[in-house]
């Protein structure tokens, strides 16, 4: 008797092997940003951040700012927690992935392959491990249920589908502001679905999410106004084209068992009628995600997450339909898949470990400067030397530094990152005559922070 697999349990199974794949970064100490969302505020402040700035940095992300309060409250300074609901997230977004790409185009093979091109593209790591990219996470979570409802709708047009759609991709947008391209998706998944786009009923049903999107534009400018750098965007062409390359040659040219996996599903999706359409539809998705981040000044690995779900959905397609075409092409097709997962795995679980490894080197730092200094004058000045910005590709301490080290101590002092970019330059001369101060060099090799006397 064959066991058949309830696709219920795809969640439970993805949650599995994601938490195989994090495993190093369950533990993982905060970095960067995450520090912001270890520090006692009060609940009516989290409240104002849905009529005002989310209070870090010019940004409007209400929903984000109430889940960390939350889960702050639950799991206090215990990074685990956090990780835990990280890896909960990536699981619901895979399973809602996995439930769009199956609806829209009815092939448990294409849609299996997409899941598994997901799962094990190691270059998800950021966004997992990082405890502050949980934005990200959330955003694509409330989109890809946008996406999803909208999709049950082409299917069996009930008005609730509209309704949950509309709300999830308001939820979105009070997540994360790339979200706003949502709306492209939906009309490239009208297309794929077979939908007429110029009837009174498509135009009606567009105009609904054009209106939320019109309303959050509308309410962020409102409530960002007077908020320095809030509605700053980059116009650069030059930039935008930069940027775009950085994002292929980074999350794609780089990683050469990806590349390997993408020329293959592209070249067969050449050679094919019927699936030249799931190429079209994922090069879109591709581009169109990513339209936001354009007017970005600068890049980061973060900002393609959602687009390479464009390119799991060619590989997914490319790879079912050469496994279908002979016997020779699938085995080559098995192998693949295999050397990639497996491959990707490893990759996955390492990258892991280095978000544990930059997480023992934040939390080191401070306390191994409270056992050389247990307090200091007032107003002392402390200059701190190579203390890391980052470890492999994971951050440590490129924010929030001076505020963790200050967070140690009850006297006000004046705290120096050379070395960090926004302290280029910086004149070191001018504090050679105060009282009171003190120099540290971190030795990134022996995990060392160490007083210069």
């Not at 701190?384 to 490129?398: H, K, R």
Request: glycine share 6%; proline share 4%; charged share 15%.
């Amino acid at each position: 008797m064959k066991l058949k697999l309830n696709r219920n349990y795809l969640f439970l199974i993805l949650t599995v092997v994601y938490t195989i794949l994090y495993l190093p970064c369950i533990d993982a100490y905060f970095v960067n940003d995450d520090y912001n969302w270890i520090k006692p505020i009060e609940f009516t402040d989290v409240i104002r951040t849905f009529w005002g700035p989310w209070g870090h940095g010019a940004l409007y992300r209400p929903i984000p700012r109430l889940l960390f309060y939350l889960q702050y409250l639950i799991f206090g300074n215990s990074p685990t927690g956090f990780h835990i609901f990280s890896i909960l997230l990536f699981s619901t977004l895979t399973f809602l992935f996995y439930k769009l790409v199956f609806g829209l185009t009815k092939n448990s093979l294409l849609s299996v392959i997409s899941v598994i091109v997901c799962i094990f593209y190691f270059g998800n790591h950021e966004v997992v491990c990082w405890i502050s990219a949980q934005t990200v996470l959330l955003g694509a979570v409330f989109s890809f249920g946008a996406l999803y409802f909208y999709q049950l709708f082409i299917t069996d047009e009930q008005k609730k589908y509209i309704l949950l759609s509309c709300m999830f991709y308001s939820f979105a947008l009070l997540s994360y502001e790339s979200t706003i391209v949502v709306p492209l998706l939906l009309i490239s998944i009208s297309i794929l679905g077979g939908v007429k786009l110029f009837t009174k009923k498509s135009i009606l049903i567009l105009a609904c999410y054009i209106s939320i999107s019109a309303v959050y534009l509308i309410l962020r400018h409102y409530f960002l106004s007077g908020v320095p750098e809030a509605n700053a965007l980059n116009t650069d062409p030059y930039i935008m084209i930069s940027d775009f390359v950085k994002m292929i040659k980074f999350q794609i040219i780089t990683k050469p068992y990806f590349l390997t996996a993408l020329v293959v599903s592209i070249l067969g999706l050449l050679f094919s009628k019927l699936e030249k359409k799931y190429l079209l539809f994922g090069l879109f998705w591709f581009i169109a995600a990513f339209i936001p981040f354009l007017f970005v000044d600068g890049y980061a690995g973060r900002f393609s997450f959602v687009s390479m779900f464009g390119t799991y959905i060619i590989i997914g397609s490319g790879l079912s339909f050469l496994i279908k075409k002979n016997s020779v092409w699938k085995i080559v097709c098995i192998l693949l898949i295999a050397f990639y997962s497996v491959y990707g795995g490893v990759l996955t679980y390492q990258n892991s470990g280095f978000w544990y490894e930059s997480g023992e080197i934040a939390k080191s730092i401070p306390v191994q400067l409270k056992s050389i200094h247990s307090e200091f004058p007032e107003n002392s000045t402390l200059i701190f030397y190579d203390i890391p910005l980052g470890y492999q590709q994971s951050g440590v301490f490129l924010t929030y530094f001076e505020e963790v080290i200050q967070r140690n101590y009850a006297k006000k002092l004046n705290i120096i990152h050379v070395g960090h970019p926004f302290n280029n330059g910086i004149d070191l001369t001018k504090y050679e005559s105060l009282p009171n101060i003190y120099r540290f060099k971190y030795f990134l090799e022996e995990r060392k922070l160490k007083e210069l006397k």
